[in-house]
């Protein structure tokens, strides 16, 4: 602690950072603690705010998924190899976190809508988009990809080369160098941005709620609720989706740090 105030700079910085985690801090607690626990049980009992906080935890885990699986080859491709057109690749990468997330929503129906060619295609094999579950996950997985795809890379990019050179000599496949030396080394970083991805996705609202209004999910639960009933209606279902978000990124800090530590 007293090295946090050894200079007049080091104060200076501690109470600027105090008031940035005040910023944050606050208007949270404020939610949680407004409502009682009374209230806060009864609406955790409330079976659509349970389904759509469900609903919303399953749809970014399965986004996070599908971005691993194909996520994470790219980043290894992106860290370790250079071929003509690599910077438009990572910069379409890292686009979505820059589109507003309406215009991705709309981007989104443009494609997979029920008139467009891949909506139609995949609607004859019984896979809708719209209003639909599959929808929630495509628009979760477009605007959060990029925080597992750039944190894989820089996670690769650490991961000097010629240990895996070392590992081929030694007769192991580019398969073998992969999983048993860059990949285990590069794990904290892709861990940190699948958490990362999965707590974006939690969040969602613009893209969801132009491809899938419905089922709900938390974060349409609560502007509905909000819009329909006002604040007195709407706050308890924030402080319950707070209180949840906060224990279970908190969670999985703590395991990615034990991990990392291990």
């Not at 959060?144 to 000097?160: K, M, Y």
């Not at 030396?181 to 990362?196: E, K, T, Y």
């Not at 909000?226 to 706050?235: D, H, K, T």
């Amino acid at each position: 602690m007293r090295a946090l105030f050894a200079d007049k700079m080091r104060a200076s910085f501690v109470i600027l950072g105090s008031l940035l985690i005040l910023f944050i801090a606050w208007p949270l607690l404020r939610t949680i603690t407004a409502s009682g626990p009374a209230l806060l049980w009864q609406t955790l009992l409330d079976e659509e705010v349970r389904d759509s906080i469900l609903l919303t935890f399953t749809a970014s885990l399965v986004a996070t998924v599908i971005a691993f699986v194909c996520g994470v080859p790219l980043a290894y491709l992106l860290a370790r190899t250079d071929f003509p057109g690599k910077w438009l690749v990572e910069g379409i990468v890292d686009l979505p976190i820059v589109v507003p997330h309406s215009a991705a929503g709309i981007a989104l129906l443009m494609v997979f809508g029920r008139r467009a060619l891949l909506g139609r295609t995949f609607g004859l094999l019984g896979l809708k988009f719209v209003s639909a579950a599959p929808g929630i996950v495509i628009a979760m997985l477009f605007v959060s990809l990029s925080f597992l795809v750039s944190s894989a890379r820089e996670g690769f990019e650490s991961v000097d080369p010629r240990l895996e050179r070392v590992a081929r000599t030694l007769g192991a496949s580019p398969w073998g160098a992969f999983w048993r030396v860059a990949f285990p080394l590069a794990w904290r970083s892709i861990l940190s941005g699948m958490i990362l991805m999965w707590a974006r996705g939690l969040s969602e609202f613009g893209a969801v709620v132009i491809l899938a209004y419905h089922p709900m999910v938390a974060p349409v639960l609560l502007y509905e609720r909000f819009e329909s009933f006002g604040l007195a209606y709407a706050r308890p279902v924030a402080a319950l989706i707070i209180l949840i978000c906060l224990l279970t990124f908190v969670a999985l800090r703590a395991v990615a740090g034990k991990r990392s530590a291990a």
